[in-house]
């Protein structure tokens, strides 16, 4: 799979009586762009100076004097720029004090993520004025009052040189937060079957969703997928192909043929439902519904497409494959989440509970590959004759590698949303139990679970290696989601 990038539109803010072309304006404009370089997943739009004249306004092309931006006009004309060019969101930098107006009319006509950040002062002028040469300090306060009026989400990173980790940190932070508001804002997830029958824990309020992110529920009868793998011939090129990466992928098999032929037919069904349907991921019902139409259990079948980037969540839970999709896209795409369950605390250590699901997980996230196996429900342990025509074959049974990682879920009530964000380290332990799992240590567990009761969040989050808490409470500042933060 390849990295997720954003395209971010840079606004070189200057005060125009101070001189576009003064040295240090030159030097800002071309550090910070030196700067975004160093960031994963960052491609930057910025207007640049038209070659055959320097005082060019160009929408079009977007051309300014000396590629920044210092007055009204040319704040339109680059705001028209940056939305041609679709950009995902907006770093604001004043070069010496900046034009608040024009900064902040291109944030206000977009409405993007949007960061700001100030530049440390050089030494005054060494003349007997002793005049300052930026002034940055005093004019990034000019265009945040400005951002704040309009009611424009923005985040404040600080006081830099473009050279400081520390800034490159919080541009990292930046770029993966803009990649959730992108990947949320007008998302399509897919929706396969219906939730299991008791399952009220998993409804949710599609208009709310709607209004929220301007995205798209698109619905598939479970049988249609049903039918469309029924019409793979067994022996199909694809179909063969598909048994051998099954196969290729875990350590031991005790599933039938019978299995491994019909979940490469349903993942070419599935796989041709996500394309056809531009989804961005997915739930879908996997009991009791398609061991009676289909004859198998598909939990294995969602690691896999979950693996490939088709981020896929179990018991029709749409929010839950919300979640994931959030995870998802604060890794840039180069880190793949588990759909898990909040299943038992530790009987021996109170801050630990089991991070589980009945066999999930995508196997890139097994701890031991020498360990993984495809199981049936009914023999999690391995130790039974083979049996084909097994409607509970099809679970994956591993130990998930150990790590720092991060929980996501989304909830809405009353057209309120908020996001559970906390993280945990797995623990590794000589245990074998079913599905995939990991025991998970937390600061504070007792903490956690009566949070989750409290906030009325459910019993699915997504799990992924890796602390985002940052980028995910950022995320949430520039989408209006309240943040309840467990550290």
């Known amino acids: 799979m390849s990295k997720l990038t954003v395209k971010i539109g840079f606004v070189p803010s200057y005060r125009g009586d101070w001189g576009a072309i003064s040295p240090w304006c030159v030097k800002m404009r071309a550090d910070a762009l030196a700067a975004f370089k160093k960031a994963d997943g960052l491609e930057v739009v910025v207007p640049t100076s038209c070659p055959e004249d320097d005082t060019v306004v160009d929408a079009w092309r977007g051309y300014t004097p000396s590629g920044a931006v210092g007055d009204l006009d040319q704040g339109e004309a680059v705001a028209e720029f940056f939305m041609r060019q679709k950009v995902d969101g907006i770093i604001i930098c004043a070069l010496n004090f900046g034009d608040e107006r024009s900064a902040v009319k291109i944030a206000e006509k977009l409405r993007l993520p949007v960061l700001l950040y100030a530049t440390r002062e050089p030494p005054a002028t060494d003349t007997a004025s002793m005049a300052r040469i930026s002034d940055s300090y005093c004019g990034t306060l000019s265009i945040a009052s400005g951002l704040y009026r309009r009611k424009v989400p923005f985040h404040y990173a600080g006081i830099f040189l473009h050279d400081e980790p520390e800034f490159l940190t919080e541009i990292a932070t930046y770029v993966r937060a803009a990649a959730v508001v992108k990947g949320l804002r007008g998302a399509r997830v897919g929706q396969v079957g219906v939730r299991p029958e008791t399952f009220e824990t998993v409804g949710y309020d599609e208009a709310a969703l709607i209004q929220k992110f301007s995205g798209n529920v698109i619905y598939k009868e479970l049988g249609d997928i049903v039918l469309r793998s029924q019409r793979y011939p067994d022996d199909a090129p694809d179909v063969l192909e598909l048994v051998d990466s099954v196969r290729s992928e875990v350590a031991q098999v005790t599933v039938g043929k019978d299995w491994l032929v019909k979940t490469a037919k349903m993942e070419l069904a599935l796989t041709g439902f996500w394309k056809e349907a531009g989804l961005s991921s997915m739930a879908m019902q996997c009991w009791p519904s398609i061991q009676a139409l289909y004859g198998i259990s598909v939990c294995a079948l969602f690691g896999r497409l979950t693996g490939q980037g088709m981020l896929t969540a179990c018991e029709a839970d749409v929010l839950g494959a919300l979640a994931m999709l959030v995870n998802y896209r604060a890794a840039?795409?180069?880190?793949?989440?588990?759909?898990?369950?909040?299943?038992?605390?530790?009987?021996?250590?109170?801050?630990?509970?089991?991070?589980?699901?009945?066999?999930?997980?995508?196997?890139?996230?097994?701890?031991?590959?020498?360990?993984?196996?495809?199981?049936?429900?009914?023999?999690?342990?391995?130790?039974?004759?083979?049996?084909?025509?097994?409607?509970?074959?099809?679970?994956?049974?591993?130990?998930?590698?150990?790590?720092?990682?991060?929980?996501?879920?989304?909830?809405?009530?009353?057209?309120?949303?908020k996001m559970l964000i906390t993280t945990g380290e797995i623990i590794p332990t000589d245990e074998v139990l079913a599905g995939t799992w990991a025991w998970v240590e937390v600061k504070d567990h007792q903490r956690l679970y009566r949070t989750l009761v409290e906030e009325g969040f459910v019993h699915h989050a997504s799990m992924i290696h890796g602390d985002q808490t940052k980028t995910l409470a950022l995320a949430c500042k520039f989408l209006d989601i309240r943040p309840v933060i467990v550290d």
């Open 332 to 417: 840039l795409g180069e880190g793949i989440p588990h759909f898990i369950d909040w299943t038992i605390q530790h009987r021996e250590n109170a801050n630990r509970f089991l991070s589980w699901h009945c066999g999930n997980a995508p196997t890139c996230l097994a701890s031991d590959a020498a360990k993984t196996a495809l199981r049936s429900r009914s023999d999690m342990k391995g130790i039974l004759p083979v049996k084909e025509g097994d409607d509970q074959a099809g679970l994956y049974q591993f130990q998930i590698k150990p790590g720092k990682v991060t929980f996501c879920r989304l909830a809405e009530y009353d057209n309120e949303w």
